[in-house]
Nanobody
Framework: QVQLVESGGGLVQAGGSLRLSCAAS????????MGWYRQAPGKQRELVAA???????NYADSVKGRFTISRDNAKNTVYLQMNSLKPEDTAVYYC???????????????WGKGTLVTVSS
């Protein structure tokens, strides 16, 4: 079994910063891409940022220049540094990882339970 646990969400004023963390644990052989998604009330879940094992990243246009994704492969952890936060960034943020579990034939996607980020105006 593989578990993803997010942390770092909370309430922040517009213009402020937050850093999200997501640690993967369990029977992990290797982790491919990791990423952050978000879902605002009444909206579909959307990709915020993703990063490959080698460190290549991509971002949603709405967060480019404000958010930075990074990862520590030794710790099986991905981070999302969020700066210049806006009220429209308010959402539940979910961690995603494509994990090759020990003994598994194929890698598969795992999700965390989410962490709430609320940006007040």
């Amino acid at each position: 079994q593989v578990q993803l646990v997010e942390s770092g969400g909370g309430l922040v004023q517009a213009g402020g910063s937050l850093r999200l963390s997501c640690a993967a644990s369990g029977s992990i052989f290797s982790i491919n891409a990791m990423g952050w998604y978000r879902q605002a009330p009444g909206k579909q879940r959307e990709l915020v940022a993703a990063i490959t094992r080698s460190g290549r990243s991509n971002y949603a246009d709405s967060v480019k220049g404000r958010f930075t994704i990074s990862r520590d492969n030794a710790k099986n952890t991905v981070y999302l540094q969020m700066n210049s936060l806006k009220p429209e960034d308010t959402a539940v943020y979910y961690c995603n990882a494509n994990v090759h579990a020990t003994g598994a034939v194929y890698a598969m996607d795992y999700w965390g339970k989410g962490t709430l980020v609320t940006v007040s105006s």
